[in-house]
């Protein structure tokens, strides 16, 4: 029985062992080398340079009046002894700007625009054209800061709406530029829900007689404008 047993196991071993030596042997695969991750360099950014604002150039407008387009103003040929008329467009909130200008005599700025404001009230009582008017006074003295203005003096009483009118309004202010002395005024309203501002700068002298004549001039195109 015993050696029945050794026999299997002696069997069991020769079969094994022809298994082994029958069987090819499977190559292992070199190991393969590894490269590290190449280093990416990001590229430099250009700087963004600034889009210089549009200039645009003031076009004279022909006929004897022209009409702004969201308010219906009419703006005429001539205001008073100032007749050279041209329409600056600034576009988005801080909408145009008719300017009347004979040199010698003054220029009046008259400026439509809604400021960022989404709703105006007409007339001078509103917030917006209160914050509008205190923006323009301070944008004078700026002016005064920088050197456009000299001997600038700005009243001290507050902004006025008389009786009948339909414009907040500052008292007279005057300053010098260019060597010669200005007397100037700054209106401003609320109209169709746009602003309306008007700055204007008259050339005085002691009996005031073209700024005069200018300063009655410019209340009649105010009072053709808007009524209270």
């Keep these: 029985m015993k050696m029945k047993i050794d026999a299997i196991w002696i069997a069991v071993g020769l079969l094994s062992l022809i298994v082994f030596v029958g069987c090819p042997r499977i190559r292992q695969a070199p190991p393969q080398k590894v490269r590290p991750p190449a280093t990416v360099t990001p590229r430099a950014t250009p700087p963004v340079t600034p889009r210089a604002p549009t200039r645009l150039t003031p076009a004279r407008v022909a006929g004897e009046t022209w009409q702004e387009p969201h308010t219906g103003i009419r703006f005429p040929v001539a205001i008073g002894a100032l007749r050279n008329r041209s329409v600056r467009r600034f576009g988005g909130a801080l909408g145009i700007r008719v300017r009347y200008e004979t040199k010698g005599m003054g ?122």
């Design 107 to 228: 220029w009046i700025d008259v400026y439509v625009y809604k400021g960022g404001f989404a709703t105006i009230p007409s007339g001078p009582s509103s917030q917006p054209v209160n914050y509008a008017f205190k923006l323009a006074l301070k944008n004078i003295r700026r002016l005064a800061a920088i050197g456009r203005y000299q001997l600038l003096v700005v009243p001290m009483t507050p902004p006025q709406r008389l009786p009948g009118e339909a414009w907040m309004r500052a008292g007279r202010l005057t300053y010098m530029t260019g060597g010669v002395a200005y007397e100037s005024y700054l209106f401003l309203t609320g109209y169709k829900n746009h602003l309306i501002k008007v700055r204007a700068g008259f050339p005085t002298s002691p009996d005031r007689s073209n700024a005069a004549f200018q300063v009655a001039s410019l209340r009649r195109f105010l009072s053709g404008i808007v009524t209270p």
